[in-house]
């Protein structure tokens, strides 16, 4: 057992599996011979839904090799046309001729060598040692690697390093105890906007015919296109096309989505320091004259302007009308907090409105309760402006 985390979104999954399955193989690939016999076990797996993302997945541990991809059906007429026609949309839609494509877990290089007959310069990462020299002997360029966060994509001898253009990951993602890890590391070896092409089992098509005996402990997650569209965007993709293909598979087409420019904030450094002027102009001018100020509003707005400007060393006190704020301080200037009835006992000649929203709503009850003699200010924009 593993720790009951989604491996996606790393929510707690939580409640009861969806369905519990007792005598299951212990893995798909690892096939006892006669002298394992008396020790091979079947083992209960626990299929759970992430209350959070929806991921269907077994809260197992995944198969020792994950990491390996070992394929039975690369070679056969119905997969190398299905693998054909998708190259060629891949590649004429997203316009990738001359382009560099990498494929995740490429195994012995089945896919790759359909790829060699387009016009792409393609390469590929294995983790099992044995398919990279298969691969190798037909001439393919691949090496011994695996997708990790933070791992650099290239080849030992320096043949072939990114940024890549594009890649590739047939029925690889199901595998994976740490999809989005894997992705991410994907995504930062790619060019900014670079695509992928994505397939993985579907699981509408196991609820579709009920068919149990499509899950194994191997493929550790199951996919629909919902959950695999979060995976990829938690991973930095955004899916650009959806399709079932082979009756039984979801293919999606990615692209690295692009990062946000970094903000231009000159402007609040700029009112900043015109707020910051303003309000120690005013401060000075009210010294001069013998008056005193309040602030109205125990809000964000008012206890960062009292803490960063000068005006929270001259003010008196905040009022606000919320009774749970009054008799506490206002963080960092520590501005007492009063009810609005404290003026009585404390006057000030001015009041100085923060509570953008309430900017009318309150000058009507300065005036009201306290008359028209009190001056009242208020901050509007990046300004003092009379009320």
């Known amino acids: 057992m593993r720790d009951r985390i989604c491996i996606v979104c790393k929510q707690a999954l939580d409640g009861e599996p969806l369905l519990t399955l007792d005598q299951m193989p212990a893995s798909a690939q690892d096939i006892p011979g006669q002298e394992d016999l008396a020790e091979d076990r079947g083992i209960c797996l626990n299929l759970h839904q992430c209350s959070c993302c929806g991921l269907v997945q077994?809260?197992?541990?995944?198969?020792?090799?994950?990491?390996?991809?070992?394929?039975?059906?690369?070679?056969?007429?119905?997969?190398?046309?299905?693998?054909?026609?998708?190259?060629?949309?891949?590649?004429?839609?997203?316009?990738?001729?001359?382009?560099?494509?990498?494929?995740?877990?490429?195994?012995?290089?089945?896919?790759?060598?359909?790829?060699?007959?387009?016009?792409?310069?393609?390469?590929?990462?294995?983790?099992?040692?044995?398919?990279?020299?298969?691969?190798?002997?037909?001439?393919?360029?691949?090496?011994?690697?695996?997708?990790?966060?933070?791992?650099?994509?290239?080849?030992?001898?320096?043949?072939?390093?990114?940024?890549?253009?594009?890649?590739?990951?047939?029925?690889?993602?199901?595998?994976?105890?740490?999809?989005?890890?894997?992705?991410?590391?994907?995504?930062?070896?790619l060019t900014d906007q670079g695509v992928g092409l994505i397939t993985v089992p579907s699981l509408e098509y196991i609820l579709k015919y009920d068919g149990y005996y499509e899950l194994i402990r191997d493929h550790i997650a199951y996919y629909t296109f919902d959950t695999l569209r979060f995976a990829a965007d938690q991973a930095g993709f955004e899916v650009l096309e959806e399709e079932m293909v082979n009756r039984d598979t979801l293919s999606v087409i990615v692209r690295k989505k692009k990062s946000p420019d970094r903000l231009d904030v000159s402007g609040l450094v700029q009112s900043r320091v015109i707020i910051g002027e303003e309000l120690k102009k005013l401060a000075g001018k009210l010294e001069s004259e013998g008056k005193r100020l309040g602030i109205w509003g125990a809000s964000h707005q008012g206890f960062t302007l009292a803490s960063t400007t000068v005006i929270g060393e001259f003010a008196r006190y905040i009022i606000d009308s919320a009774p749970f704020k009054q008799g506490r301080f206002a963080p960092a200037s520590h501005l007492p907090i009063v009810a609005p009835d404290y003026f009585h006992k404390d006057p000030v000649d001015v009041i100085l409105i923060v509570a953008p929203g309430y900017t009318e709503e309150i000058a009507r009850t300065i005036v009201e309760k306290f008359g028209w003699n009190v001056e009242i200010l208020a901050l509007k924009s990046n300004h003092l402006e009379r009320i």
């Open 58 to 189: 077994f809260d197992c541990e995944p198969v020792p090799y994950y990491k390996d991809v070992i394929r039975s059906g690369g070679f056969t007429t119905t997969m190398v046309e299905l693998r054909q026609r998708q190259y060629r949309h891949f590649i004429d839609s997203y316009h990738l001729e001359g382009k560099k494509l990498i494929e995740a877990g490429c195994g012995q290089g089945e896919f790759l060598s359909v790829l060699s007959g387009f016009p792409v310069t393609a390469c590929g990462i294995e983790h099992r040692e044995s398919l990279v020299n298969l691969g190798k002997e037909k001439g393919l360029n691949v090496w011994k690697q695996f997708a990790e966060e933070g791992e650099i994509l290239k080849a030992p001898d320096g043949s072939m390093s990114g940024p890549y253009d594009g890649f590739l990951s047939f029925n690889y993602l199901e595998h994976q105890p740490d999809p989005v890890g894997m992705l991410r590391c994907i995504a930062e070896n």
